[in-house]
């Protein structure tokens, strides 16, 4: 594998199976940092679980990982929970704990690497500014619209400032709107250096942006150029 540090991930040859399906197929990819990149395929195509991969959720049968600099061959288990704070996660189900406010599900993930609550205040608010959201800090979970919890999510996943995100179908519950705003953040987020994975079915999305897509097919890589 290439020692080349503009690479964020990369996988040469990699093979993943459950029981006795193939989930991935000898995948070989690159990508860069600040990339956004969007996965597609249909139903079953491996798109989440190459994502699994990538943050160390699942292991390769076969092949080579390397994230953000971490070889995923030799990581150990411990130090699994180091390369997820490289790396932040967006869920399709949102995953916001219900008996928490917006603050605190945001603040959660500095709180767990130790930042000072003077600090935590300043970048919990800054987050929640960037996806629109300021003014709901006081607000719980149950009293926001779904386009606005995904929102909440965006800012959890990217207040630690990781140089990775991961978005599992982050607009599948969102009407076309909303996903539009979502995906602006996005952009936003990856233009001041974060590198963006989306895995996603919805070609509207990605259409005539200019930047890459990956498609998959019953785990195969089947093409990888830009929309």
Known sequence: MTTDTSIMIEFANVTKHYDNQTALRDITFSIKKSEMVFITGPSGSGKTTLLKLVYSAERPDNGTIRVAGWDMDNIRESEVPFLRRNIGVVFQDFRLLSNKNIFDNVAMALRVRGVS??????????????????????????????????????????????????????????????????????????????????VTHNRELYKNTGRPVMRLDSGNLIEMGRS
């Open 117 to 198: 609550e003077r600090e935590v205040k300043t970048r919990v608010y800054e987050s929640l500014k960037t996806v629109n959201l300021r003014h709901k800090a006081d607000s719980f979970p149950r009293n926001l619209s779904g386009g606005e919890q995904q929102r909440v999510v965006i800012a959890r996943a990217t207040v630690a400032e990781p140089p990775l995100l991961l978005a599992d179908e982050p607009t599948g519950n969102l009407d076309p709107e909303t996903a539009g705003g979502v995906m602006k953040i996005f952009g936003d987020i990856s233009a001041k250096g974060t590198t963006i994975l989306i």
